[in-house]
């Protein structure tokens, strides 16, 4: 299994980027794919998540209403619309996959799960 994130670059504050999580190397569809970022100093946060298999998303609250997590199955590929950025959004931004189904309560907190593997990163700077 591959994970392979593109899209970071510097930008402006709000504006906008793409981030784009290719995946490859899945025989089964029963996984989740999750963004996480960590910023020099930080810990690593868990923003957002998306069941490859039932397209449930799930937003962290710093990026609530701001970015937009999506799947094109067909591609095998999850993306991140990053709307209106700050430059607290400035960060190494990861995807990572989790095998298996979260249920129920499990969406309220999906990054309190070990993620089986992760992609390289990716950065993205805000300036002011």
């Known amino acids: 299994v591959q994970l392979v994130e593109s899209g970071g670059g510097l930008v402006q504050a709000g504006g906008s980027l793409r981030l784009s999580c290719a995946a490859s190397?899945?025989?089964?569809?029963?996984?989740?794919i999750g963004w996480f970022r960590q910023a020099p100093g930080k810990e690593r946060e868990g923003i957002s998540c998306?069941?490859?298999?039932?397209?449930?998303?799930y937003y962290g609250d710093s990026v609530k209403g701001r970015f937009t997590i999506s799947s094109d199955n067909a591609k095998n590929t999850v993306y991140l619309q990053m709307n209106s950025l700050k430059p607290e959004d400035t960060a190494v931004y990861y995807c990572?996959?989790?095998?298996?189904?979260?249920?129920?309560?499990?969406?309220?907190?999906?990054?309190?799960?070990?993620?089986?593997?992760w992609g390289q990163g990716t950065q993205v700077t805000v300036s002011s």
């Open positions: 998306i069941s490859r298999r039932s397209g449930r998303t």
């Open positions: 190397g899945f025989t089964f569809d029963n996984y989740n």
């Open positions: 990572a996959a989790l095998i298996g189904a979260l249920y129920g309560s499990s969406w309220s907190d999906p990054f309190k799960f070990e993620y089986d593997y």
